[in-house]
């Protein structure tokens, strides 16, 4: 079965770090780019970023450089999402979403994970 686990979501405060993770199962995971989308209250899915299957980063969104980073670990066919510096507008639900190749439209992927909350704490 085809499968996309994200997890680590949760309550974060401003200027706090978390860990997001993406599990594979189902697909040759290591061909496959990962993209990471976020979706906050109230607004339309955003593109954070794509990792290809080597590992290159290309970001889509300039809010997020310099505070988060993608990794990824093909033997463990699990995908990374570091999150440095939390602000509120971080906080929403954390997609990870597989394709071929890295592409800047959510449409373009082909497989997807149900997502995870991330909250800002007061």
């Known amino acids: 079965q085809i499968q996309l686990v994200e997890s680590g979501g949760g309550l974060v405060q401003p200027g706090g770090s978390l860990n997001l993770s993406c599990a594979a199962s189902?697909?040759?995971?290591?061909?496959?780019?990962i993209g990471w989308f976020r979706q906050a209250p109230g607004k339309e899915r955003e593109a954070l970023s794509c990792?290809?299957?080597?590992?290159?980063?290309?970001y889509y969104t300039d809010s997020v450089k310099g505070r988060f980073t993608f990794t990824r670990d093909n033997a463990k066919k699990t995908a990374h999402l570091q999150i440095n510096d939390f602000i509120p507008e971080d906080a929403g639900i954390y997609s990870c979403?597989?394709?071929?190749?890295?592409?800047?439209?959510?449409?373009?992927?082909?497989?997807w994970g149900r997502g995870t909350q991330v909250t800002v704490s007061s």
């Open positions: 979403a597989a394709n071929l190749q890295c592409r800047p439209g959510w449409y373009d992927y082909i497989m």
């Open positions: 189902g697909f040759t995971f290591e061909v496959y780019a």
């Open positions: 990792i290809s299957a080597r590992s290159v980063v290309t």
